[in-house]
């Protein structure tokens, strides 16, 4: 069971990137997706997240209105558009895959090996 994180990189304040999920080794059908970041010297956040079955969506106050998270069942990948990126948004951001919808990464099973993504001018 794998799930491969890409698409981060360093971007202007304002701007926009798109992160990926891939999962591959099993179905993910019946699953809730989140994505969490890690800043240097903070703990690890949930940013958003997504049921795999139905495509129902939470998000975190700080990204709201600027993340979108969507899945591809077909290709089996679960996206991350952030737009108007802040500074505050630099972080490492990593998807996993849990039993549940929750905030707390502990119960997340599984877990992509991060991607970089910094905001700065």
């Known amino acids: 069971v794998q799930l491969q994180a890409s698409g981060g990189g360093l971007v202007q304040p304002g701007g926009s990137l798109r992160l990926s999920c891939a999962a591959s080794g099993r179905t993910f059908v019946g699953y809730y997706m989140g994505w969490f970041r890690q800043a240097p010297g903070k703990e690890r956040e949930f940013v958003a997240g997504?049921?795999?079955?139905?495509?129902?969506?939470n998000y975190a106050d700080s990204v709201k209105g600027r993340f979108t998270i969507s899945r591809d069942n077909a290709k089996n990948t679960v996206a991350l558009q952030m737009n108007s990126l802040k500074p505050e948004d630099t972080a490492v951001y990593y998807c996993?895959?849990?039993?549940?919808?929750?905030?707390?990464?502990?119960?997340?099973?599984?877990w992509g090996q991060g991607t970089l993504v910094t905001v700065s001018s």
């Open positions: 997504i049921w795999w079955s139905s495509g129902s969506t």
């Open positions: 996993a895959a849990g039993r549940g919808w929750s905030k707390s990464p502990e119960t997340y099973g599984y």
